[in-house]
């Protein structure tokens, strides 16, 4: 069976949903909880429950089986007994329904002999019958802009990100993280065992879909492995993939703790892999998250010497290590732009150059500005790192200092930077408030097009990932 | 002149304070806003500021000189124009006031000869008059057990960190961090240009001092290395020292980042002396904090290997992989712990092991606290990295789901536990709602004895850190 990447458009917005499976009352992982959560996100299409033994379920008529809907619905999930699920497939055959979402895990993942058996028989089952089944044992489709937001932010956002991921929960935070910081998940993708479709098909598709811009993935394992690479060397060349692999299985895990080395070897074969199809290697959510927000939103840089922008001589030390730690560079500027500089920069308790040390640039967006375009003049400038200060409590600044911040947003708002720029808002700690302010800031800096990080020093890791892709895919940079 | 550590207490527990250089009206960074600061936290001592041209300023009386106080000020602040900073010091000497911080810039940091000079003059005052001055070009003590609260977290909170640190906003902000969490910074100092008193004498006052129980020192530069570095091989026998070294100034992290080799051959060599001394080396703001929390917290772990309590495959994986990158073991429990878990863990969508993969953990406190009690009679298990999840709307949890994070924590505060064991909540992104939450919740765990970190990749340095630090001075631990 040749699956096409079109056919694979109907999961992300079917307009009729069939849930096989849903208990009575008991609410709890499934169907019930899909249930659930799609009319809490206010799914604008049909819903229809399946109980033999149900008249209705949270408000909607029950059905006692696929066959006695009164319409073909254009998606069904399944959440019943593993051992259940073949049969259930045959009738989805006979009643050409073709696009299944396969919830129900106790197959190939038990390790158990009769796992493995009920699995090959749903890739047989739907290989002969021509059926797309997404899993089994997994979260499905995610995608807002049809309302079909059952497990991710709800609500969703619609937006540039795809994710294929075999994780649920990893990709319910994923879609939190970047969603709040509104850069939206257009796709998400939860493959499960990949039975029958896996992370290949669903790259594949991503890649083709033009409204996704840069696609991100979590993978634990490579199923079609070589294919995959391939693949992921072709998608590259026309919009970034930003992967994180998750180390094997638990077993896989503690495996690696006692036998350092191999875990090193696996580690290094996959960055290998990851370098020849240009990917670009990431390991926790937080550098997943802000990798993908950062390709969604800069252009390509042409360098990367970083131009730092602050207060304080221990922060612009600490920030230009943090640069230079992760492989960027903090280069001097460019006598012109100094001229420039030492005309307004203090010269007691303050440093022009490269970190800029000037705490005018909190207070005076004005200056801010002036000093944004002379980087975005200076060739020595390849990207821009604004530290913005949450004005506290224990700084000493005028008790009456407006906050400029929402200034600064306005002005960016308006003016798109024109070479990468990101801002660091710092509010570590157990403040509720900074905490709040913090990440309300990062969240307005970033829908203004400027991605807001919470430190410098992820930060500099994201740039220098948005270095080297260009670099290596020839949009940008040098290598 | 010798200089006794006890000398140095009066630094922190002035009852009086002389303010030298007040302006009337205008405020800015110094005399003015320290006056300000240490009103607004409420400093319970007698405040002179010292204004010839002036009658009162912010409501108190205002003296044309130090000699015309009605009393002998315990602590003197200077803010004036560096060139009068000698006079000033002549003055003191001449009345008998030993106590001094040099607030103004202008001396060897503007790299000028008349900076220079004026810097000698002050040394060779104070040693010839017996005078201690602390900076110049520093922000002075920070001391909250005796309010003098003046530009660290306001309102400040004493507590077992001690800091030591040649930059002034760093140090605020790490203030900020630790006191949010309930982690009380008990004696602060921001050195500056430690032209009489440099972080040797700090370091051996906060060694003597026994409420100090763990010494963080952010350092750019080490005058008498010698000295430091051989004083910090003693004092780490006693308590940890948590160092951030800080590039050189503008310029060196300018040639680091040309000579790249230079700068880490420079790296190499710190890292190498922190080694040998004991100290324990961080990087960033974050790291610094985290790992001041912990040692003020957690007992000595004997061994490196980690239980990670939590719930999500891909989670447990990911973690698995970051405490594993960090150099840590998540070794396999032992026969008599999987025995007693395989009796509760479901055996569908959970994994019995290590990491524990159990979604009850979140729900159950009583279940929690359980599989904490089987981790510490466990002797394959050090430390315990437990994830709580914050109820999010995107999570398939029951509608009526009580928030367990409560009473976990009311039982934390009456149980300590018995191996180091630290929490993670995650609360990444912008949503204001979830950060206020995640913050309030590390706050809350870390003030019952259990430090929370944003993530497991913060949790897993630290932990390494605590190993390294006992395994390295034998308190526990095996090398």
Redesign the interface.
Known sequence: MEIRSEDLERFFTPESVALVGVPRSE???GGM??L??LQ?AGFPGRLYPINPKADAILGLKAYPGLSSLPEMPQLVMLSVAATQVPAILEECAALRLRHIHVLS??FAE?GTEEGRHLERQVASIAKERGLLVMGPNCMGPYCPSSGLTA????PGLDGPVGVI??????T??L????????VGVGKAVSIGNGAVLDACHFLRHMAEDARIRVIGV?L?TARNGREFFRLARQVTRKKPIVL?R?????AG??T???H?GS?AGEKRVWEGVCRQSGMVPV????EW?DTLIAFSALPAPGGKGVFLVG????????N???C??RGL????LSESTMEKLRLTVP???S?A???L?DATTFGDVGYLTNVLELAYEDPAVAMVVVDRLLP?????M??DAPDTNPEAIAFLDRMRPRKPTVFVV???????E???R???L??HY?RAGVPAF????RAAKVLMHLYNHHARSGHGGQV
Not at 311 to 318: K, R
Not at 454 to 457: G, K, L, N, Q, V
């Open positions: 609410f709890r992982l909880s899909f659930y959560k809490e895990s106790g038990m497990w991710g932010a709800i991921s075999q994780s649920g929960l990893i319910q935070r879609t939190e993280y970047t969603c709040s910081l509104g979590y634990e994180w998750g180390g094997q299985s638990e895990a503690r690696a703790a006692s350092t875990m390991g926790s959510m937080g998250g207060g304080g001589g221990g922060n612009s030390v600490a230009s290590d943090l230079i730690a560079e903090v280069p001097p010269q007691a308790g440093i150059g490269n970190p040390d506290r409590k224990a700084y000493h005028p008790p710092d509010s570590d700690g157990g403040d509720p900074l905490a709040v913090g990440a309300s990062r969240a970033t919470p430190s410098t020093a």
